[in-house]
């Protein structure tokens, strides 16, 4: 419902945004944790005390979702790969994976491993990176040169 003052409510922007967030989400922590991770940030936004007065929302959810898949990772990832570690060979998934690359991508800062994540396993290019995040494709330039740098670093 759009209100008075020609602002859609809350119900409205999560059914305008929902479809896209997801997609991002599942890009950033994977198809099973992204409509949780979508939820989460909404609800965050959405009881912010700025919110009424944000005027692009859609940048606003993208960096929620960004924010809350950081999170996400923190307390995820490092489970996971320790998991994997201790793994028994019987129980080891059959393709290699490499723990100094997953590693690696998880000591990137939130924006740099969005970047990562949307150019080279979503495949997109600089443009489609920088609407998705809410950011210039400068600067989605900038986090990938960044993210390669400190990859190449860390991996050499």
Not at 21 to 43: E, M
Not at 104 to 131: C, G, H, I, K, M
């Amino acid at each position: 419902m759009i209100t008075a003052t020609g602002v859609m409510d809350n119900e409205q922007v999560y059914r305008s945004y929902a479809v896209e967030l997801t997609r991002y989400a599942t890009g950033l922590v994977g198809p099973f944790d992204a409509a949780d991770v979508v939820t989460d940030a909404c609800l965050k936004a959405f009881s912010a005390r700025k919110w009424p007065e944000v005027s692009n929302r859609r940048a606003y959810l993208y960096r929620a979702v960004l924010s809350v898949a950081n999170d996400h990772h923190r307390s995820t990832l490092s489970r996971r790969l320790r998991e994997m570690k201790t793994a028994t060979p019987e129980s080891a998934p059959s393709q290699d994976i490499d723990f100094d690359v997953l590693g690696a991508v998880e000591r990137l800062s939130v924006q740099q491993r969005a970047a990562v994540l949307l150019t080279y396993w979503a495949d997109l290019p600089a443009e489609a990176v920088a609407e998705q995040m809410g950011i210039s494709t400068g600067a989605v330039k900038r986090h990938l040169a960044r993210a390669r740098k400190h990859l190449e670093e860390w991996l050499s």
